[in-house]
């Protein structure tokens, strides 16, 4: 009966719902909010829940048992992720969620991309069609016409 918690299409799914909402909800919040200040009270939130999260399923790990090569690129990842919070939160700041929002999510187009240049991935011709598929789809979504 456990199937669905080692999904990592039901994980995917649950993903891609909450930022969705994180869309909505930052475009409401951003209204009266600094771009820079919303990214601020959205990590301090994060940070709260995550730690909730460890100690309720006893999570928490020295920081020992990181490697330094782990350790570098979870930092990388963290600068990326506060870098593309403070830039997505400017675009809802300015522009509407549902374009800001297919935008962002380009990301999908730029990971297909680097996970075959960079980590080796293989992509079939039909992946490769649902990768374009997405990057056009974006681009008619953010166009206003």
């Known amino acids: 009966m456990n199937a669905p918690l080692e999904s990592?299409?039901?994980?995917?799914i649950l993903s891609a719902g909450f930022a969705a909402l994180t869309a909505i909800f930052g475009k409401i919040g951003v209204e009266n909010v600094g771009a820079?200040?919303?990214t601020f009270i959205r990590t301090v939130v994060i940070l709260a829940a995550i730690s909730l999260i460890l100690t309720a399923t006893g999570g928490w790990q020295g920081i020992g048992t990181i490697s330094p090569r782990s350790g570098l690129f979870l930092v990388l990842s963290g600068l990326a992720?506060?870098?593309?919070?403070?830039?997505?939160?400017r675009a809802l700041r300015i522009g509407d969620a549902a374009r800001v929002?297919?935008?962002d999510k380009m990301s999908v187009v730029l990971v297909a991309v680097f996970g075959v240049i960079f980590l080796g991935?293989?992509?079939?011709?039909?992946?490769?069609?649902?990768?374009?598929?997405?990057?056009?789809?974006?681009?008619?979504?953010?166009?206003?016409?």
């Open 121 to 145: 991935e293989k992509l079939s011709g039909p992946n490769w069609l649902g990768v374009a598929l997405i990057a056009a789809g974006a681009v008619l979504v953010a166009y206003k016409g």
């Open 101 to 103: 929002a297919p935008v």
């Open 8 to 12: 990592w299409l039901f994980w995917a």
């Open 81 to 89: 992720t506060g870098l593309s919070w403070v830039c997505y939160f």
């Open 36 to 38: 820079d200040f919303a």
